[in-house]
Nanobody, 120 residues
Framework: QVQLVESGGGLVQPGGSLRLSCEAS????????MGWYRQAPGEQREMVAT???????NYADSVKGRFIISRDNTKNTVYLQMNSLKPEDTAIYYCNAVISTMKTAPMNYWGKGTLVTVSS
């Protein structure tokens, strides 16, 4: 069993910053990639940033230059530093990871989400 638990969401004014965290726990054998997705009201879920264990980090065009994804592999944790936040960044942010366990091939896991609201 693998769980992803996000933290760090909240209300912030335009131009402000927030840092999201997501820790993976359970019977983890290997983490192939970790990342963040978001879903605004009435919209489809979209990729924000992904960081594979091997390979290139990816960002959505809308957040390039403002958001930074990072990982602490010793803690199975991924972070999302969000700067210069805009009202259009308001959404539920979901942590995502592709993880293999001792008993399963790599599978896709999701956290429950954390709400980020950018408003004055």
């Amino acid at each position: 069993q693998v769980q992803l638990v996000e933290s760090g969401g909240g209300l912030v004014q335009p131009g402000g910053s927030l840092r999201l965290s997501c820790e993976a726990s359970g019977s983890i054998f290997s983490i192939l990639t970790m990342g963040w997705y978001r879903q605004a009201p009435g919209e489809q879920r979209e990729m924000v940033a992904t960081m594979p264990t091997v390979g290139r980090t990816n960002y959505a065009d809308s957040v390039k230059g403002r958001f930074i994804i990072s990982r602490d592999n010793t803690k199975n944790t991924v972070y999302l530093q969000m700067n210069s936040l805009k009202p259009e960044d308001t959404a539920i942010y979901y942590c995502n990871a592709v993880i293999s366990t001792m008993k399963t091939a790599p599978m896709n896991y999701w956290g429950k989400g954390t709400l980020v609201t950018v408003s004055s």
